[in-house]
């Protein structure tokens, strides 16, 4: 049966719009992207099958060029228009943490960083610059490392935070293990990325390590 002839209440649009977004499941969500089916399958069949292929809606949202436009209902339009939504968030995102203070609003923090760096194949080392009112001036990902480590040069924070204006920074990295548990090179480096800054009285306010799904503060467990 056609989504058309479905009771309006079981409509994906209808629901959507009757009880918000939230109240859909991923088949559903992913059936409004889709618009429409194939041949004998409605698009939240269809959907349903392909979140079945690819395991997860994760998975097909970081599925590549590929992979995703060998699948039937999908194609290169529909991958171009998931790669500008997912843009879309990163910098709805990015522009609500840029308006707010890094500390007071800790959530949107780590939302921003999950979206960055949880997905990353490799360990990338990041800085959050902050003002004297804790506002963000800039995210920068400033080492990159292997599967297992990145090489993390203070000297090269310190003369980013000196050029950027910066007042306070947070520390950030992934674990591309999903694993966010801090090793004792991630608290050796904290360390000395601390004493360096500390000589120019610009303080480490955190260090995050985001893994999938689970960001770990450095700050909360008493280590800074």
């Given at each position: 049966?056609?989504?058309?002839?479905?009771?309006?209440?079981?409509?994906?649009?209808?629901?959507?719009?009757?009880?918000?977004?939230?109240?859909?499941?991923?088949?559903?969500?992913?059936?409004?992207?889709?618009?429409?089916?194939?041949?004998?399958?409605?698009?939240?069949s269809?959907?349903?099958?392909?979140?079945?292929?690819?395991?997860?809606?994760?998975?097909?949202?970081?599925?590549?060029q590929?992979?995703?436009?060998?699948?039937?209902?999908?194609?290169?339009?529909?991958?171009v228009?998931?790669?500008?939504?997912?843009?879309?968030?990163?910098?709805?995102?990015?522009?609500?943490?840029?308006?707010?203070?890094?500390l007071?609003?800790?959530?949107?923090?780590?939302?921003?960083?999950?979206?960055?760096?949880?997905?990353?194949?490799?360990?990338v080392?990041?800085?959050?610059?902050?003002?004297?009112?804790?506002?963000?001036?800039?995210?920068?990902?400033?080492?990159?490392g292997?599967?297992?480590?990145?090489?993390?040069?203070?000297?090269?924070?310190?003369?980013?935070?000196?050029?950027?204006?910066?007042?306070?920074?947070i520390?950030?990295?992934?674990?591309?293990?999903?694993?966010?548990?801090?090793?004792?090179?991630?608290?050796?480096?904290?360390?000395?990325?601390?004493?360096?800054?500390?000589?120019?009285?610009?303080?480490?306010?955190?260090?995050?390590?985001?893994?999938?799904?689970?960001?770990?503060?450095?700050?909360?467990?008493?280590?800074?």
């Amino acid at each position: 049966m056609s989504i058309k002839n479905w009771p309006l209440g079981e409509r994906p649009r209808e629901k959507l719009l009757s009880r918000g977004p939230s109240s859909l499941s991923d088949a559903e969500l992913l059936a409004i992207f889709l618009r429409t089916g194939t041949k004998g399958m409605d698009a939240v069949s269809l959907a349903r099958a392909l979140l079945e292929q690819f395991g997860s809606l994760r998975q097909l949202l970081l599925a590549d060029q590929q992979s995703f436009c060998e699948k039937p209902g999908l194609g290169l339009a529909k991958y171009v228009q998931l790669q500008a939504s997912q843009e879309l968030m990163r910098r709805f995102l990015d522009e609500k943490l840029m308006r707010a203070n890094a500390l007071t609003n800790p959530e949107l923090t780590r939302m921003f960083l999950q979206s960055r760096l949880r997905d990353q194949a490799r360990e990338v080392f990041a800085l959050l610059l902050l003002d004297n009112q804790h506002r963000v001036i800039e995210f920068n990902e400033l080492f990159f490392g292997t599967l297992d480590a990145a090489a993390v040069y203070p000297r090269e924070i310190v003369s980013l935070v000196l050029k950027r204006g910066a007042a306070a920074v947070i520390l950030v990295h992934n674990h591309p293990s999903g694993v966010a548990e801090p090793s004792h090179a991630d608290r050796l480096i904290t360390e000395r990325i601390q004493a360096a800054l500390g000589l120019l009285d610009i303080r480490v306010l955190d260090h995050l390590v985001v893994g999938d799904g689970e960001t770990v503060s450095f700050a909360e467990r008493g280590w800074l």
